[in-house]
């Protein structure tokens, strides 16, 4: 099922009409072959009639106050624009904002355009009074050629006016100032474009909004028709100073140099396009309802819905609604919530044996009292208990070089995985351009929004109907690295730890990204009233541990040795691992620790186990950054603080889990060691959807049962002294070609993974493909892919004995665990898949061993069991 939004009028308003929204899936074909989407119409339909049909109005006169411009627009940034008083406006004199028409787009057919638009400066003082440039953007394209990747990477030709008495089409930097005088509170600009010969002459008109009067006039003749086929946009401050992820605003002011004709605040009001070279895609729009995400879980079904920042005046709430006898029914109605801009819902005893259609509806009030439904759709599906395999999707660390990513959409959709994992950054400081805003606390949250929004409206079109689960990692929250010692504000460096931003604003990445996960373990906040969102979710018979494993780490700077550098990088090869394992210092914090114990016995509806966090527990990547820095240790990663990362382990190999994480832009397939090579439980640390920061794994030292022609496998013992077995990886290129950017993602080796449980066989298979890999097709997985784990091997310790054999009847799947009498530790718990059944034993001694069906409430013991050598015993269990 596609997705749809639908929009409506209130029955009683006399406007009476249906728009289909989405259509993203089928699209994404000609969109990843590079094609621009410019509509299918009959090549019969009369010229005028299609130009009727695609003529745009904008309604900001009709709309109430509000941040969010409307479903129509994209606004560059979003923080800087307002609708106020019928009329949008730039609160920002800095360069380049602008605000792209999203459901309209100049086609690569002949044909005309018109376009004006009503504009002034806020404030109401005279144009010429102040500094800045204001206009039009047309033709804008991206490297993609996509709409949505033109809204990022576009460039286009533009055509304005400078308040200094200046007329252009092209550069802005050509202007001659004082040529025109512009001394008018506001002022009606008027675009034409007209085919000429083989190309274009394009036309700008300024006339005085009161009088009418010419005030001046531009032409252009000779356009190219290439620079005439994309996005248009409305232009405040012409200019190219996007900041990257080093550069950050703070107290609302940019870090960027204003030349030329400088800067102002601009409004606009009543945008008309129309012509025959314009096409319409009213399925473009964005919003109100902009993305959704879901969980279900032991009957309980969790959703959020991400709306925009909409006004005081607006409808506050959003409706979940599900079929029944043949109508929407109502199930429940929740409050937007006023800083994450999300709805969340909770509805118990939700019937998971049945797909279910829903839709998610918010009506939209205008001005004068009329209303229009929205409507977002999707399907929750079944719990998939009786599925022999269940497939989980990897997907972390999206520099969105290549947004909105329709290719690696477009594979994991054939893929169909039955539940998402995004493992963290989702995106990073500098998606979307313009840089970070840290404060204030309203507008940094803003700022925080339109990077998650380019997050949502990549996946959108997977998560409406299938199950995700959404963990923040260091990018998410504006930090390079991560040590969030449990919630604390950082005080000194980064690698001192902490949070940089204050603690409303991480709970605002909290709930947009974690609403919608199962119940956490422990809801009690964490310092700084941070909240928390690890806890236990199960689907398909997998049990997951959604673990937090940034937020409560220790920084390591003041703690362990000096590096003589950066606190977190250690580039002397002299390094000794057991310096670092230094005592009072934390990876998951005692109570995460304490849920992994627990969660690690709890077998209630699962086969097999799994652990979600944001990195691996090993420190593998030996080569960092452009520079190819090689680094002796780096505390980033999860192989510190080793004693309490040992501690982690040893609970999760209790369960004989396998560990699902990304952050490393390192694809690979690991086993983990405690005391001894792969004693412990395997691991996949999924490809980057876009590598940024690249790293590579070059060990130096010998390597131990390599595989066959795969020289970078086999065992290690990594930069922090821990055992290490790699199983599959692959290296970025040294060098990656720039141009086409698919293609250089790919040799940076972006791609993307899934992990598939196979609980018939009790097998784990990774599968991981490069970027630009078709997975529909045999043999195009990176090499050494796939890689099949055995769950047993999730515990892979040796044993030195073994208990009786068992032999278990009177249930078809029992779990098994195995308790030492010596201390009264759970040894291990497991559901084996078979009633025959010898468990092993790591000590010599007595332990009991309780045999249960934990769904049907039975379970017995045994007491004084012998684990021994070569043990030949058999008993007969009946429970």
């Not at 609708?83 to 920002?92: A, D, F, M, S, W």
């Not at 449990?486 to 931003?501: I, L, V």
């Not at 020289?711 to 002294?721: A, C, N, P």
Request: charge should be positive.
């Amino acid at each position: 099922m596609k997705r749809k939004f639908a929009r409506t009028t209130h029955p009683a308003s006399p406007v009476k009409r249906r728009i289909t929204r989405r259509k993203f899936i089928q699209d994404s074909t000609a969109l990843a072959s590079g094609l621009a989407v410019v509509g299918k119409l009959s090549p019969a339909r009369p010229a005028a009639a299609e130009a009727r049909e695609s003529a745009f109005v904008s309604r900001w006169n009709a709309s109430h106050d509000r941040v969010w411009l409307g479903p129509d627009y994209w606004a560059n940034p979003l923080q800087d624009w307002r609708v106020r008083n019928g009329r949008i406006e730039c609160l920002n004199a800095a360069l380049d904002r602008n605000v792209h028409l999203l459901t309209r787009q100049l086609g690569d057919q002949r044909g005309n355009l018109r376009m004006s638009v009503r504009l002034g400066r806020v404030g109401g003082e005279p144009l010429n009074q102040g500094k800045g440039s204001v206009g039009f953007r047309i033709g804008i394209l991206g490297p993609l050629r996509e709409y949505r990747n033109s809204l990022i990477f576009g460039s286009g030709l533009d055509a304005g006016i400078t308040t200094a008495g200046g007329m252009f089409i092209g550069p802005v930097e050509s202007v001659n100032a004082g040529e025109f005088k512009f001394g008018v509170e506001a002022i009606d600009l008027h675009l034409s474009v007209e085919p000429r010969g083989d190309g274009y002459i394009v036309s700008l008109e300024a006339h005085d909004s009161a009088t009418g009067l010419l005030l001046g006039r531009r032409t252009r003749e000779n356009v190219p028709s290439n620079q005439l086929t994309g996005n248009i946009a409305l232009v405040a401050n012409f200019g190219r100073s996007r900041p990257g992820a080093g550069q950050a605003r703070g107290r609302g002011k940019e870090a960027n140099t204003v030349a030329g004709p400088g800067a102002g605040r601009f409004w606009f009001a009543d945008w008309r396009v129309s012509g025959t070279k314009l096409k319409a895609h009213d399925d473009q729009a964005f919003g109100p309802i902009l993305f959704n995400q879901y969980t279900l879980s032991g009957g309980i079904l969790k959703m959020t819905a991400q709306m925009p920042p909409i006004g005081l005046k607006d409808s506050q709430t959003v409706r979940l609604q599900v079929q029944r006898n043949g109508a929407w029914t109502t199930l429940a109605e929740e409050k937007i919530h006023s800083a994450a801009r999300t709805a969340a819902f909770r509805i118990e005893k939700w019937n998971d044996k049945a797909d279910v259609p829903y839709r998610l509806a918010y009506s939209m009030v205008f001005a004068e009292g009329r209303a229009e439904n929205y409507y977002g759709t999707g399907t929750v599906r079944r719990d998939p208990v009786e599925q022999p395999v269940l497939t989980v999707g990897d997907i972390s660390c999206n520099f969105h070089a290549a947004f909105p990513n329709v290719l690696p959409v477009r594979n994991l959709a054939r893929l169909n995985p039955d539940l998402l994992a995004f493992t963290g950054d989702q995106f990073y400081e500098s998606s979307g351009g313009y840089g970070i805003v840290r404060e204030p606390l309203a507008t940094a949250i803003l700022d925080y929004l339109r990077k998650w929004y380019m997050h949502g409206w990549t996946w959108r079109e997977l998560t409406r109907d299938r199950p995700s689960i959404s963990i923040p990692d260091d990018h998410d929250v504006y930090q390079g690295n991560l040590w969030g010692e449990s919630g604390e504000a950082r005080r000194t460096t980064q690698e001192a730890g902490g949070y940089d931003m204050p603690s409303e604003w991480v709970n605002v990445v909290h709930r947009t990204q974690t609403a919608h996960h199962p119940d956490p373990y422990d809801p009690t906040p964490c310092k700084r009233g941070t909240t928390n969102y690890y806890g236990p979710m199960t689907y398909g018979r997998v049990s997951f541990a959604i673990l937090a494993d940034r937020q409560y780490k220790s920084g390591p700077e003041g703690k362990v040795p000096p590096t003589g550098g950066r606190g977190d990088h250690v580039k002397g090869m002299d390094f000794d691992p057991e310096s670092a394992d230094v005592p009072g210092v934390e990876l998951l914090g005692k109570r995460q620790e304490e849920f992994l114990r627990e969660w690690a016995a709890d077998w209630r509806g699962a086969d097999m186990k799994a652990v979600i966090s944001q990195t691996i527990f090993t420190a593998m990547a030996t080569t960092h950054g452009g520079n190819r820095e090689v680094l002796r240790a780096d505390y980033d990663t999860n192989g510190w603080p080793q004693t309490p990362r040992n501690r982690a382990l040893s609970e999760i190999r209790k369960a004989f889990a396998f560990h699902i994480a990304g952050d490393q832009h390192l694809p690979a397939v690991v086993h983990y060691g405690i005391e001894k090579h792969g004693d412990a439980g395997a691991a996949f640390a999924g490809p980057a959807v876009n590598v940024g920061y690249p790293r590579w794994w070059e060990p130096s030292e010998q390597v131990h049962n390599r595989k066959p022609g795969q020289d970078l496998t086999g065992d290690f013992i990594d930069h922090l002294g821990h055992p290490l077995t790699v199983l599959a990886v692959k290296n970025g290129a040294v060098n990656p070609r720039p141009g086409d950017v698919l293609k250089f993602l790919t040799e940076k080796a972006s791609g993307l993974g899934v992990v598939r449980f196979d609980k018939a066989r009790r097998k784990i298979i990774v599968e991981c493909w490069p970027l630009l890999a078709n997975p529909a097709e045999p043999n195009t997985q990176f090499p050494g892919w796939p890689v099949t784990i055995d769950m047993l091997d999730n515990y892979g310790r040796k044993a030195v004995a073994h208990l009786p054999t068992l032999l278990v009847s009177g249930i078809d799947n029992p779990v098994i665990q195995v308790i030492s009498e010596a201390n009264s530790e759970i040894v291990y718990t497991l559901r084996p898949g078979r009633r025959l059944i010898q468990p092993k034993a790591f000590a010599l001694g007595k332990y009991t061993i309780r045999i249960s069906d934990p769904d049907a409430g039975r379970m017995k013991e045994l007491k004084g069991l012998e684990a021994l050598p070569g043990n030949k015993a058999k008993l007969d269990v009946e429970v």
